[in-house]
């Protein structure tokens, strides 16, 4: 038996001579290098033989000058990092309105209609509390305010806050915020049966231009300020094709011609009971006001609101979507598939089964009692109540 010690000696030498075999092939060990301190940097040599450091800081990444040597170099960062700082202590306290404005006439690398919807949303910005407030100032309660103020769906408001962040990252400014979870749950739904009905017996009633707003938006699937965009000419066959919106921002009217998404712009087909209301290819838009201008997209609902809500008073968030979201579920309640729906709603067809396909109460019972209609086993009997 080999006594302990011996074991011990055996097995500590043959560690040493494997760690001594390492080393010849590996070289020596190095101690591990720390992460490099914000603006120390790191050096690289590049193709030509100078040497340049880099280094990463919260507002990105920052590449100092060639120099020959790495002491050079290092201070030529140094110097460049100061300058920047200089810059930035210098720079005004602008506005947030203002940076947005700024941000969006020098991004010419976007595409034109892209750079034509940052315009417009840096215009509408204007108006808002939040332009007011010196960007260095913003804070997540800020973000939280506008949220809250805003009268848009969640979608657009998520778009709207990415380029919230875009022009304040841009600017070497920083700001974690995430959206406030809602407070009420008010889901957006279509009209029932019996909703329907009601409003197809007050059409009588309306002036005829609401009246055509309405068909516009149920019977055609158009958003507000695609049918307000409508014009006789648009006419084509037994279709329209939807060409321009117009939204209203910064008190004005804006004839847009570019869609809320790449497949808004397209062909759709008219019901035959709309051919004769929109009547032959003319000039002029198909909803006006007084002054024979295209109708106010705001003013559409407003009004459409005011006379459909003593109606129907138990749709939430009632408008012209609202109609827009029962033509689309009237389609698939008629057995339509759903590529052909969603190319009548100009929508992906995700996008219409996640947003458009609700089933209403009276559906779901329907199916329910159509499965399981039949009767019990004799031997299952309702229990009395005690």
């Not at 406030?180 to 231009?209: G, Q, Y």
């Not at 996008?351 to 499965?371: C, F, H, I, P, Q």
Request: charge should be positive; hydrophobic fraction near 35%; glycine fraction near 6%.
């Amino acid at each position: 038996m080999t006594p302990c010690g011996e074991t011990f000696s055996r097995s500590h030498d043959n560690a040493r001579r494997s760690s001594d075999f390492r080393t010849i092939i590996n070289g020596p060990m190095r101690k591990k290098k720390g992460r490099a301190r914000d603006g120390e940097g790191t050096p690289e040599q590049l193709p030509s033989g100078l040497y340049r450091y880099v280094t990463k800081l919260k507002t990105g990444t920052v590449k100092g000058p060639a120099k020959p040597t790495k002491e050079e170099a290092r201070l030529a960062l140094a110097q460049k990092l100061q300058s920047l700082s200089d810059e930035s202590a210098a720079r005004p306290r602008r506005s947030f309105g203002i940076m947005a404005r700024s941000w969006t006439e020098s991004r010419t690398d976007a595409a034109p209609s892209t750079r034509d919807t940052w315009k417009y949303w840096a215009s509408a910005l204007e108006s808002d509390p939040l332009a007011k407030i010196p960007a260095i100032e913003i804070t997540p309660a800020d973000f939280t305010a506008w949220w809250r103020r805003a009268k848009m769906a969640a979608v657009t408001k998520i778009k709207r806050v990415a380029w919230f962040r875009q022009v304040l990252r841009d600017n070497g400014i920083r700001v974690e915020w995430s959206p406030p979870k809602s407070d009420k749950h008010n889901p957006r739904r279509p009209l029932n049966e019996a909703e329907r009905a009601a409003v197809l017996n007050c059409l009588a009633t309306l002036p005829d231009d609401l009246r055509l707003a309405v068909l516009l938006c149920w019977y055609v699937g158009l958003r507000r300020s695609e049918a307000c965009g409508l014009m006789h000419s648009d006419r084509d066959g037994d279709g329209i094709r939807v060409r321009r919106t117009v939204t209203y921002a910064d008190g004005a009217l804006r004839v847009r011609p570019k869609g809320k998404t790449g497949v808004s712009l397209a062909w759709v087909p008219l019901a035959p009971v709309l051919r004769d209301l929109i009547g032959p290819p003319r000039k002029g838009f198909v909803l006006t006001d007084d002054a024979k201008r295209p109708m106010n997209p705001k003013v559409l609902s407003n009004r459409l609101t005011a006379i459909l809500k003593p109606i129907i008073p138990l749709v939430p968030k009632l408008g012209t979507h609202a109609l827009r979201r029962t033509f689309g579920t009237m389609l698939l309640e008629s057995g339509t598939d759903v590529v052909t729906a969603a190319k009548a709603m100009r929508h992906d067809p995700a996008t219409l089964l996640r947003d458009y396909a609700r089933s209403r109460d009276d559906l779901t019972l329907k199916a329910v009692e159509g499965v399981f209609s039949g009767s019990l086993p004799p031997s299952i009997t309702p229990t009395e109540p005690k």
